[in-house]
């Protein structure tokens, strides 16, 4: 088991690696390379939300000088059904009609067909010379009437899953997910009170900053290059030859330096267009969205209808839960209706409840992940709930979490038991904290709620090379979005003993490095820092045994302690210790070039809980809500690099804020978006935020050999619902709608 000790690099914040040259700018990020004769891809989009496609013909196009390829969806391969793993995989035949549309076009920015010219402006030209006709069909737009039995069908082939008898028709539900245990109705029929609750969020943007972009070479014979800013480049690699139907050993990907993500990146738009079409033109292609394409034809969030019910008795115990959740998938399946349904109890310690999520196709970009995917939209309903049982039992809200707060032990909602957690010590941190304490400020509202997240662990790889001077280098196969460079330096440097200015991360690309997972979930710190301190671990071994053949003894007398090699305890050896610079550059005399690796299927991500408290005020001549206050509190395991949590703990609050006051998509009747880009669509900026204060828990994680827990996506879960519950404080009345935008609070003012 992990302990809380002192280290001697761990939980220090060092200069971040990759600092220098994103502020000078030489960070190369996706639309940043370029290559000798290479040309550039735009994508005609439909201007349809609904619609068959009966005719595209590129010909005009292609027929313009300076035009070097033009493709439609008759240049795909037929992809076949099947799932495809990873964050952003789903049904492969899904994925491909995502990527391109074949007989119909399912989203407003649905990508028909694609050019590669000399210039931009010439591709743009070549864009007008497309033709295409089409049938507009009647959108589906509105996330309950995509549920009713007449409603338009995006998919005459959707037969919903999971359900107890196979459906007879088709439906726009493409899955249902259920979760339970207990006698509901008896634990309701046990319940002093009741609170019930129906709560309905927008689909919002990651807000990410740099737009996708890519750029593809394939050479003479078929090996081909993408440079592209991704989340998960092997993951890209295996989609690409899925949707393509290509050998996956034909395709390298390397991932450029990627300007946020947040699970945005986890999904291929680009990269199948931008090969076609260097096969075609004999040259490399690059590709780069422009902001409206970014809102318009990638994946948001999934919007939501949540309701819940919540019972307890007089003491505030739990007696029962239900909950139904309703997620838009967008265009196609695979909204985040999982993770919503696993994340929405699993605070708390409940004998009784049952869980219902769907799955539901809209003509509207197909969704993608956002930090903690599925968990902020559903754990709002709770937490909202929560807070409303607080103030029917006349009980403090911390309070009333504490006593039902699930603990080592605790049997998560969907399945297992709970190890080492921090959520009680969350909580007390937060009854304590100088913020919860002090008076509400006159006027203002003051919210509290609890964030969840699961983590996961999943594949990674990792090398440790050892230079001749003792220096050190990591290879790992994670893009690094959160600070992942400094924290495997960091880890290795603990392991092997060494100073952190003497270990370099690098990222390898999908030739250079092992296997690994998208950089998601939270589990990249977790799962390939795993990977690098047993590739430090078998550095060491190594080390242990040439020091044992230079000093002749056996291999089981050599320890390693503070970066080098040392007789173990009662051993009689007349030696010099020998340094890890030592043994490197006798390395060749030794049996050759230190090289160090490890792959693993990483199991024990330890769940992440967090307390947010806010402070608003409502002006109640305009409806607008100002945020005074808010605090962070989270359990970050052992905090590698603590200055990274913190960023990570007031990014996530800032976007949660934003998603909470302004963020949403905003279609027209036809479902056009009417808030494509950021003038429109307004995330929060430094003067719309209070300072973010932030307080780090530290219970170490057991399966972690540093007590990592994952701490990027639980940030985000909290916020939602600490703005609504302190919106109702200032308030006097439940809003049950976001965001909390001037129009809807004051609408709401009026009507109490």
Not at 42 to 56: E, G, M, Q, T, W
Not at 277 to 304: C, D, I, N, W, Y
Request: proline share 6%; with cysteine.
């Amino acid at each position: 088991m992990a302990e809380a000790v002192d280290y001697k690099v761990i939980g220090t914040s060092p200069i971040r690696p990759d600092g220098v040259d994103k502020v000078t700018g030489r960070a190369q990020y996706g639309a940043d390379l370029n290559l000798p004769n290479m040309i550039y891809g735009k994508v005609l989009r439909s201007p349809h939300a609904h619609a068959r496609i009966k005719k595209v013909d590129v010909s005009k196009a292609l027929a313009i000088p300076g035009v070097y390829a033009a493709i439609s969806g008759a240049d795909f391969p037929q992809a076949a059904h099947g799932e495809i793993g990873g964050e952003g995989g789903g049904d492969v035949a899904d994925l491909a009609k995502n990527v391109m549309a074949r007989d119909k076009v399912l989203y407003h920015g649905h990508a028909v067909a694609a050019v590669a010219a000399g210039s931009v402006q010439l591709a743009d030209a070549a864009l007008e010379a497309i033709e295409v006709e089409y049938e507009p069909l009647p959108p589906v737009l509105d996330l309950d009437a995509a549920m009713a039995p007449d409603a338009v069908l995006l998919d005459e082939n959707c037969f919903t899953k999971n359900l107890p008898e196979t459906p007879e028709k088709p439906s726009n539900i493409a899955a249902v997910m259920q979760l339970g245990r207990g006698d509901v109705e008896a634990g309701f029929a046990e319940a002093d009170v009741i609170v019930e609750g129906e709560y309905r969020i927008p689909m919002a943007h990651q807000g990410y900053i740099e737009p996708h972009a890519c750029t593809a070479s394939v050479n003479e014979g078929g090996q081909t290059t993408v440079w592209c800013c991704t989340q998960g480049h092997f993951e890209f690699r295996a989609m690409t030859s899925k949707v393509l139907n290509m050998n996956i050993a034909d395709l390298k990907f390397i991932a450029s330096e990627i300007g946020g993500g947040f699970g945005g990146k986890t999904v291929l738009y680009l990269e199948p267009l931008a090969i076609l079409l260097s096969q075609q033109s004999h040259r490399p292609v690059k590709m780069t969205m422009s902001r409206e394409e970014v809102f318009r034809a990638t994946g948001p969030t999934s919007g939501t209808h949540c309701k819940v019910k919540v019972g307890a008795k007089k003491d505030g115990t739990l007696t029962a839960a239900t909950a139904w959740l309703a997620y838009e998938a967008g265009a196609f399946a695979g909204a985040p209706m999982g993770p919503g349904a696993m994340s929405i109890f699993a605070p708390y310690a409940l004998e009784n409840f049952h869980i219902e999520a769907l799955d539901v196709l809209v003509n509207k970009p197909k969704v993608a992940a956002y930090r903690a995917p599925g968990a902020p939209q559903s754990m709002h309903a709770m937490e909202c709930a929560m807070d409303d049982l607080a103030r029917e039992l006349s009980m403090d809200p911390i309070d009333l979490r504490m006593k039902n707060a699930a603990e080592e032990g605790t049997q998560a909602p969907y399945g297992p038991k709970f190890p080492v957690i921090g959520f009680k010590a969350c909580l007390e941190a937060a009854k304590q904290h100088p913020h919860y304490t002090r008076p509400v400020p006159e006027g203002a509202g003051r919210g509290i709620a609890a964030g969840f997240w699961f983590n996961v662990g999943m594949q990674s790889s990792a090398e440790v090379h050892i230079n001749e001077n003792g220096s050190v280098v990591v290879v790992e196969g994670n893009p690094d979005i959160g600070g992942s460079r400094a924290s495997m330096s960091l880890m290795a440097a603990e392991t092997l003993g060494v100073a952190y200015e003497q270990v370099r991360t690098l990222i390898g690309d999908t030739e250079s490095t092992g296997f690994s997972n998208v950089t998601g979930g939270s589990r990249t710190t977790f799962a390939t820092g795993m990977a690098v301190v047993q590739a430090c671990e078998d550095i060491i071994a190594q080390c242990k045994a040439r020091a044992a053949a230079t000093w002749g003894v056996d291999e089981d007398q050599v320890e390693w302690e503070d970066g080098q090699a040392v007789p173990a305890p009662g051993v009689n050896a007349d030696v010099t210790p020998l340094s890890l610079a030592d043994i490197a550059a006798n390395a060749a005399r030794t049996g050759g070039p230190l090289l160090g690796r490890a792959s693993l299927n990483a199991q024990g991500a330890g769940a992440s809980f967090a307390v947010n408290i806010a402070d608003v005020k409502i002006d109640r001549d305009t409806g607008k809500v100002d945020v005074l206050s808010y605090t962070a509190i989270q359990d970050a395991g052992k905090a590698i690099h603590p200055a990274y949590v913190e960023g990570q703990m007031q990014g996530g609050a800032a976007q949660g804020i934003g998603w909470a006051l302004n963020e949403e998509y905003i279609f027209d009747a036809e479902g056009v978006m009417e808030n494509a880009g950021f003038l429109d669509y307004r995330i929060p900026v430094a003067s719309d935020l209070p300072m973010i204060d932030t307080q780090i828990i530290e219970v170490p994680n057991p399966s972690h050999p540093y007590g990592v827990r994952g701490v990027g996506e639980t940030p985000i879960v909290a916020p939602l619902a600490v703005i609504a519950n302190a919106v109702r404080d200032a308030a006097g009345l439940r809003i049950h709608d976001l965001p909390f935008s001037p129009p809807r609070v004051l609408e709401a003012l009026d009507k109490a």
